[in-house]
């Protein structure tokens, strides 16, 4: 399998009028965050692949129409009393979900958000980020009955706990990603927020049985292991 990883900050090589034939092979798109949802439609018009996101603690005038329980649609509405279209959108919504996707048989699940550091949107205190992740434990119960495994990528938009987090407030990681990680045993957690300008900055770090990948900008992961029917992809 081969999944487009994007996060924070958008691509050139994504954006772009060669994105089709540049990523013809990829099977999945996953978003790790702080992007705008009209970025995710371009992606989805120009591959028609499937498209999973989590928001960030940025670009989050949209977050609403996906964590209410009002389904997000095309429709109208003013914004700083200025009337505007809100965008369609193909994508599936993975925060604080399990979804399967049943043609490439893989298990995503997302927690997205970041450490609590201001009154803004969509940052978590480490409780409620546990409490979040609780939340999706039947759900991951099941599919470790009927498929064999709990979950196969866990998309976050902070880092794990001392794993490719930063000191300060805004972007210490999540301790329950420790948590996920030694429950439930994904494949790989991808995450965002650590900006990598820095090209020989590290994306990668391992625990217990989870790789795990800072998706910043955009990456491409492969692994064949992934999406294939009949395997529990080592879990």
Same mark, same amino acid.
Not at 124 to 144: C, Y
Not at 152 to 160: E, F, N, Q, R, S
């Given at each position: 399998?081969?999944?487009?990883?994007?996060?924070?900050?958008?691509?050139?090589?994504?954006?772009?009028?060669?994105?089709?034939?540049?990523?013809?092979?990829?099977?999945?798109?996953?978003?790790?965050?702080?992007?705008?949802?009209?970025?995710?439609?371009?992606?989805?018009?120009?591959?028609?692949?499937?498209?999973?996101?989590?928001?960030?603690n940025h670009n989050?005038?949209?977050?609403?129409?996906?964590?209410?329980?009002?389904?997000?649609?095309?429709?109208?509405?003013?914004?700083?009393?200025?009337m505007q279209l809100?965008?369609?959108?193909?994508?599936?919504?993975?925060?604080?979900?399990?979804?399967?996707?049943?043609?490439?048989? #893989?298990?995503?699940?997302?927690?997205g958000g970041a450490?609590?550091?201001?009154?803004?949107?969509?940052?978590?205190?480490?409780?409620?980020?546990?409490?979040?992740?609780?939340?999706?434990?039947?759900?991951?119960?099941?599919?470790?009955?009927?498929? =064999?495994?709990?979950?196969?990528?866990?998309?976050?938009?902070?880092?794990?706990?001392?794993?490719?987090?930063?000191?300060?407030?805004?972007?210490?990681?999540?301790?329950?990603?420790?948590?996920?990680?030694?429950?439930?045993?994904?494949?790989? #957690?991808?995450? =965002?927020?650590?900006?990598?300008?820095?090209?020989?900055?590290?994306?990668?770090?391992?625990?217990?049985?989870?790789?795990?990948?800072?998706?910043?900008?955009?990456?491409?992961?492969?692994?064949?292991?992934? =999406?294939?029917?009949?395997?529990?992809?080592?879990?």
């Amino acid at each position: 399998m081969k999944i487009l990883c994007i996060s924070d900050e958008s691509d050139p090589l994504v954006y772009s009028k060669n994105i089709a034939s540049r990523y013809a092979d990829v099977d999945v798109v996953i978003a790790a965050g702080d992007l705008p949802l009209k970025y995710y439609e371009f992606i989805i018009s120009s591959l028609n692949k499937p498209l999973y996101f989590v928001f960030g603690n940025h670009n989050l005038e949209f977050l609403s129409q996906f964590t209410s329980n009002v389904q997000p649609i095309l429709q109208y509405g003013y914004t700083d009393g200025k009337m505007q279209l809100y965008p369609s959108f193909g994508g599936e919504y993975a925060d604080g979900k399990v979804l399967y996707n049943h043609k490439h048989n #893989l298990i995503i699940a997302g927690l997205g958000g970041a450490m609590r550091y201001n009154k803004g949107k969509h940052q978590f205190t480490e409780r409620e980020m546990f409490f979040r992740m609780l939340r999706m434990v039947p759900k991951l119960l099941i599919n470790r009955i009927f498929r =064999g495994r709990y979950v196969d990528i866990l998309v976050t938009h902070a880092a794990p706990m001392g794993l490719g987090d930063d000191a300060d407030r805004c972007h210490q990681g999540f301790s329950t990603f420790l948590t996920f990680m030694q429950w439930f045993k994904p494949r790989y #957690l991808l995450h =965002g927020h650590i900006h990598l300008h820095d090209m020989n900055a590290n994306r990668y770090h391992v625990y217990k049985q989870t790789q795990i990948i800072n998706i910043f900008q955009s990456y491409i992961l492969e692994d064949p292991k992934l =999406g294939v029917k009949g395997r529990n992809h080592g879990v």
